[in-house]
């Protein structure tokens, strides 16, 4: 978050280069700013596996080749009011779309379940291109809402408050994979 798309201020290349020493898993870098283009050589250089960029701030196809020419996945963002048709275009080029079930830039807001039917959609019609991209879910998701959002199409799930704002964040993580594992799955 750079606190001009969004209001807050978050981690950063540096933090991500300090995590990177300790873990070997896919780090998703989900750029939450007016000028992405500006830090995706920071973050690769800093061990991003992806970075997602917003469909809101323009320029999305060049932003996604710039993502893949460095080597790492591009995701697609995309804020809960904007349609459908706005990223329709770009499901054939990036790897993973983040459907947001809350406004961006503030943990701890409730889920917007009036996003499913848009998950439904993207997820249908990615199966209909027969397109092998992620669909994930970011916003309020929990052992309630996460086993909705699969069930709607989503496959990689978000999710912060529910696991670190939780005395045990381990259990709290075990509850909510067991509850989504648990949920049907949309195809």
């Known amino acids: ?79 809960p009011g904007t349609p459908f048709e706005v990223y329709d275009e770009f499901l054939e080029i990036i790897d993973m779309v983040v459907l947001m079930t809350v406004n961006a830039g503030f943990g701890g807001q409730p889920f917007m379940e009036s996003v499913m039917p848009k998950m439904r959609q993207t997820r249908n019609e990615l199966s209909r291109r027969g397109l092998g991209v992620h669909v994930e879910v970011d916003g309020g998701i929990d052992a309630h809402t996460g086993p909705i959002a699969a069930a709607n199409g989503a496959d990689t799930f978000v999710s912060g408050s529910a696991i670190f704002g939780q005395a045990d964040p381990l259990e709290a993580a075990g509850r909510l994979r067991a509850a989504i594992d648990s949920a049907p799955q949309a195809g």
């Open 1 to 79: 978050m750079d606190g001009h798309f969004v209001p807050n201020l978050t981690i950063g290349p540096p933090v991500v280069k300090s995590l990177r020493r300790h873990s070997d898993l896919f780090f998703d870098c989900h750029l939450m700013m007016t000028n992405p283009g500006e830090y995706l050589e920071a973050f690769k250089d800093a061990g991003a596996d992806s970075c997602s960029v917003h469909v809101e701030i323009g320029d999305t196809e060049a932003l996604v080749k710039a993502i893949q020419a460095l080597g790492m996945q591009a995701g697609l963002v995309v804020n």
